[in-house]
């Protein structure tokens, strides 16, 4: 329960969160978070599948009709109730904070094997220089540098694996530990410039290739006759769901450390259209390079592209072998990797932590070491052996597909549905916000964005259940994939059953949430921006 004295004290408990010194830092995190490794190596293949340039049009449209809304839900849900995600749920009504546990479980679980397809990239940056693939780019990464065997669960440690495994885990703690600003912030600050400084050499050089013209006609002519298929529209909302970081935690996470004031609405926009921006940009440099080599092998483009850890480990490591300059090519792609990877990743594990400071009332040195060390042994124990890859196309699978589109539909469900909070909440946006938010946001949250999420999720379930993911064995879809969905969610609601830190205001937004109000505390200090402390306590 919650006193008049814990009222007093939560602008100070603000502040010992921590909290972004600008709105241009805060852009700059959430746009970290955003353009991960989906961006380079998902977007792109999923546009030439589903009608080339006529992709572009669902895109948009679900950017705008259920991307954006949704990013601006999870956006008013933090930056009004001033939490983590499990205490802005509770916050929002004490029986949903089973939610917010719910995307810190999904968060936990991507971070640990999220962590080692960084650790691939960091090493693959290294082999660029040399081709140390040779002529066999699939045979060497599943073999000599995965060394991946049967499809069984094995302890048999790679050690080539293990060691950029750890200098990930080592990197990011020591973020996570430098706090709010001082970490996450200042590391947006300066990684995600140099990947767009990066990435754009990347596709100037992809774009002077022999061939890269085929690639970009493969890309970009458009199939109209495929804007009548439900798959494509589907693939559409699918990847603005899975590219703009939302509805399992994040944006509620980065929302409440915002200052009170900020524009919340403008930031969303430009967040949105910066990820797109990106994708489509990554879509010109890869499919540039992957011109280049249908043109070098006499080919289509159809027979070379791929996407995910095909495009990345195999594809270009052959598209290299063959261009001009291959080495600088290598290593801005897999350095372009790396650093998207670990602005998400950064993100990710922040749910938890978050989560972990907000409810036991912990320092951020202590809540990283409590989180960040079980993540890493966890990492380093499943993803660097020689059956990790197997271990990881499973679980990233499963708690993608129904791990995070279930959620997130399940809490868009919830919040405009069952608690009717929607009104409140674009009344929030709208305090400081522009474009003001009004009916025609509430109609996309609770009606198209859900309807979008629910096709994407029936779809999905309708091919997995039509034949086994992979040709997997059963019992390491069982145990690695339903299992794994189906108790995040138990786990996640028991874990809310556990008592709040004394003192933590439950009952409604806290004081001063509204950024026209002052904050119920006295002193110049109960109205500034919260600052990091980034050290223990």
């Known amino acids: 329960m919650s006193t008049p004295a814990g009222q007093a004290a939560q602008p100070d408990q603000e502040r010992r969160r921590g909290g972004f010194s600008s709105r241009r830092v805060f852009i700059l995190a959430a746009i970290g978070s955003a353009v991960g490794l989906g961006n380079i190596w998902r977007f792109p293949y999923v546009a030439y599948e589903n009608g080339g340039g006529a992709f572009l049009l669902p895109y948009l449209i679900a950017l705008l009709t259920a991307g954006i809304p949704f990013l601006l839900l999870d956006y008013a849900i933090g930056h009004r109730h001033r939490g983590s995600a499990p205490l802005s749920f509770a916050r929002l009504r004490r029986g949903t904070e089973g939610l917010g546990w719910w995307q810190v479980g999904i968060c936990f679980v991507i971070a640990v094997y999220y962590a080692a397809v960084i650790a691939w990239a960091l090493r693959y940056t290294f082999f660029s220089l040399d081709e140390a693939w040779g002529a066999d780019p699939e045979g060497f990464f599943f073999g000599e540098f995965l060394q991946a065997g049967d499809v069984r669960v094995t302890a048999d440690v790679v050690p080539g694996v293990l060691v950029p495994l750890a200098l990930v885990w080592l990197a990011v703690l020591v973020i996570m530990a430098l706090g709010v600003q001082r970490g996450i912030g200042a590391t947006s600050l300066v990684f995600i410039p140099v ?5 754009a050499a990347l596709v100037v050089q992809a774009l002077l290739l022999p061939g890269a013209a085929t690639g970009l006609d493969a890309l970009f002519t458009p199939d109209w006759s495929a804007l009548t298929s439900a798959p494509v529209w589907a693939a559409a909302f699918g990847q603005i769901f899975f590219s703009l970081s939302i509805g399992f935690g994040i944006m509620i ?3 409440s450390y915002v200052g009170r004031r900020e524009d919340m609405v ?11 921006g990106f994708e489509l940009l990554a879509g010109i440099g890869v499919f540039a390079a992957l011109g280049f080599m249908a043109q070098a092998g006499g080919v289509p483009v159809g027979e070379v592209a791929s996407d995910g850890i095909g495009l990345a480990f195999i594809a270009f490591p052959a598209i290299i072998s063959e ?5 600088l090519l290598g290593v801005l792609f897999f350095g372009c990797l790396v650093i998207a990877g670990i602005t998400s990743l950064v993100s990710v594990i922040e749910v938890v932590i978050s989560a972990v400071r907000d409810k036991l009332d912990t320092g951020r040195l202590t809540a990283t070491l409590l989180v960040g060390v079980p993540a890493a042994v966890l990492s ?3 993803f660097s052996t020689t059956s990790g890859i197997y271990v990881l196309d ?15 539909l399940v809490s868009m469900l919830v919040v405009a549905w069952a608690l009717r909070a929607l009104p409140a909440l674009g009344a929030h946006l709208n305090v400081h916000g522009r474009p003001r938010v009004g009916t025609g946001w509430r109609l996309l949250t609770s009606v198209v964005a859900p309807v979008g999420l629910a096709v994407v999720l029936v779809l999905a379930l309708r091919d997995d259940l039509a034949a086994r993911y992979e040709d997997y064995p059963s019992w390491l879809l069982l145990v690695l994939g339903w299992a794994l969905v189906v108790a995040l969610p138990i786990i996640g609601f028991l874990v809310a059953r556990l008592p709040w830190r004394a003192g933590t205001h439950l009952d409604g937004p806290p004081p001063g949430s509204d950024p026209a109000e002052p904050l119920h505390a006295p002193g110049p200090a109960a109205h500034s921006r919260p600052q990091d402390d980034g050290g223990p306590r």
């Open 323 to 327: 261009a001009p300059a291959g080495a």
């Open 394 to 408: 499973v679980v990233d699978h499963f708690v993608n597909q129904y791990g995070i589109l279930v959620v997130a």
């Open 266 to 276: 403008g930031s969303g926009l430009v967040v949105g259209f910066a990820n797109s």
């Open 195 to 199: 990947l767009v400084l990066a990435f």
């Open 253 to 255: 996470t980065y929302s």
């Open 380 to 382: 380093l124990v499943l």
